[in-house]
């Protein structure tokens, strides 16, 4: 089975601080996605990676950004926190297009 | 542009029996399809996927249909069960390897 593992299932910050999401995944998986979710919004892309050191912007990149570092690690980077970033945040990875998304059990991230 | 719909926000049904839930998509272009069940506290979970060139596929217990011709899909749960009550998302591909997700369908089973 794929596992893809975040590394904060809740995670509390104050506004204008710097924030890391990590995100593991142990299939030798191409691509990982970041995404939010928010009631009566659904899943929103932020960010996607389909291979290492590459990044590609979704549709909501603005106040985000990423690093991929490494095959099994896509980190999600909040250069500084914002009220209206408080959010469930999910990960996900495949292992290339036209295969299915796996994903994390989600960070949910409070902004104070 | 593209959206990917549900046809009802709540869907409750009685245990045992079977539970249809509809997506309707906009891109005829959109290749793969795919259905995930959200349960509470937890990531979506994959439960089957149909390409185009397909109009029926059958899991466990599950069953997928693809209309191409109205654009219109659905899950089908047979003898629905309490550990079956979550969230179901369809989601669309168009041939770049980014899904657009729906919006989300609340399936409640009755005891």
């Known amino acids: 089975d794929v596992k893809v593992t975040q590394s904060s299932r809740y995670l509390v910050k104050r506004t204008g601080e710097k924030v890391f999401l990590e995100c593991v995944q142990d299939?030798?998986?191409?691509?990982m996605f970041w995404y939010r979710q928010d009631p009566g919004l659904g899943l929103r892309l932020i960010y996607f990676?389909?291979?290492?050191?590459?990044?590609e912007k979704g549709d909501i990149p603005e106040g985000y950004s990423v690093s991929r570092e490494k095959k099994e690690r896509f980190s999600l980077i909040l250069e500084s926190a914002s009220t209206n970033q408080t959010s469930m945040y999910l990960c996900?990875?495949?292992?290339?297009?036209?295969?299915?998304?796996?994903f994390g059990d989600g960070t949910r991230l409070s902004i104070l | 542009g593209e959206s990917v719909g549900l046809h009802l926000p709540t869907l409750s049904v009685q245990e045992g029996d079977n539970s249809i839930i509809n997506c309707a998509y906009s891109n005829s272009a959109s290749d793969y399809f795919i259905w995930y069940k959200q349960e509470s506290g937890k990531g979506p979970q994959f439960i089957i996927d149909?390409?185009?060139?397909?109009d029926k596929r059958q899991g466990q217990r599950v069953t997928v249909l693809l209309n191409k011709t109205v654009k219109h899909l659905s899950l089908q749960i047979a003898a629905t069960q309490p550990g079956d009550s979550a969230v179901y998302f369809c989601?669309?591909?168009?041939?770049?390897?980014?899904?657009?997700f729906g919006q989300g369908t609340t399936l409640q089973v009755k005891p």
């Open positions: 990676s389909y291979d290492v050191k590459m990044k």
């Open positions: 149909i390409r185009s060139n397909m």
């Open positions: 989601a669309e591909n168009i041939n770049t390897g980014k899904l657009i």
């Open positions: 996900a990875s495949s292992l290339g297009q036209g295969q299915p998304q796996h």
């Open positions: 299939m030798d998986h191409e691509n």
